[in-house]
């Protein structure tokens, strides 16, 4: 007999994150204890023994599955790997770096779950940000760069932890960087976005795999390629079928 498909899938990309993988999934099995759920964590090609250490807590938590890409391609095609391969109609996104504390997220989906179908995501807010005075100066000024020329409705989209309808996800144009631009494209989708204030914790292990500079360089192309896809949206209006 075929299995049942989960409510939730919660999808995790990892890029040498030994240390942090499996006491991260260990607290989403928590917080998710007593739900439908599954856990896609993908590992893009990490050197390191992230793989390893997930494939061996495949036997405590049975509803983990491990997908790992056969070269490095960046955490928005490792999310868009999960997401493809998740079975259910809601997904959940963490950073694998362990900075999301997974308790937030429940609440993340509980409230995607009772707004109408016109919210396609509901985005984490950093409230405490634990990062470097250099990394929140300059995510403050991307941030507001981004609001003033996409005109979306997000205060912190570089928060990794969202929940969001996998069918509307899947309809949206992918790129690399997409996971950042996701509020601005589910708006141009036709579809609304809300947020709560979440936690947000000090890195334990590893090292960030960005820096400023190359978030800069990346972002610029970003926002002209989604200010141009903006203006070539056109809305039908309430679609009938007779």
């Known amino acids: 007999m075929t299995e049942a498909a989960p409510d939730i899938s919660v999808v995790v990309p990892v890029h040498d994150e030994a240390g942090a993988a499996g006491p991260l999934a260990r607290e989403i099995a928590a917080a998710f204890a007593g739900r439908s759920f599954e856990m896609v964590f993908v590992n893009d090609a990490s050197k390191d023994s992230t793989l390893d250490e997930l494939r061996a807590l495949q ?34 996104t963490l950073d694998g770096d362990g900075q999301n504390p997974p308790a937030d997220a429940p609440k993340l989906v509980d ?18 940000r634990q990062d470097t005075e250099a990394k929140r100066w300059a995510s403050r000024w991307a941030n507001r760069i981004r609001k003033k020329l ?53 890195r334990e292990t590893g090292r960030s795999k960005y820096t400023n500079w190359g978030r800069l360089m990346a972002s610029f192309s970003d926002l002209l390629g989604v200010m141009w896809l903006k203006t070539r949206a056109r809305q039908p209006g309430a679609i009938s079928e007779f």
């Open 59 to 92: 036997a405590e938590l049975p509803m983990l599955r491990v997908l790992s890409h056969g070269s490095n391609a960046g955490q928005s095609r490792a999310v868009r790997t999960g997401v493809l391969a998740a079975r259910a109609p809601i997904v959940v």
């Open 111 to 128: 409230l995607l779950i009772a707004s109408p179908s016109t919210v396609a995501l509901v985005g984490g807010v950093r409230a405490k």
């Open 150 to 202: 996409l005109n979306d409705d997000a205060a912190d989209t570089g928060c990794g932890l969202k929940a969001f309808r996998r069918e509307v996800f899947l309809r949206l144009p992918y790129f690399d960087h997409i996971h950042r631009y996701l509020p601005a494209l589910m708006i141009r989708e036709g579809y609304e976005n809300r947020y709560l204030d979440v936690d947000h914790r000090h």
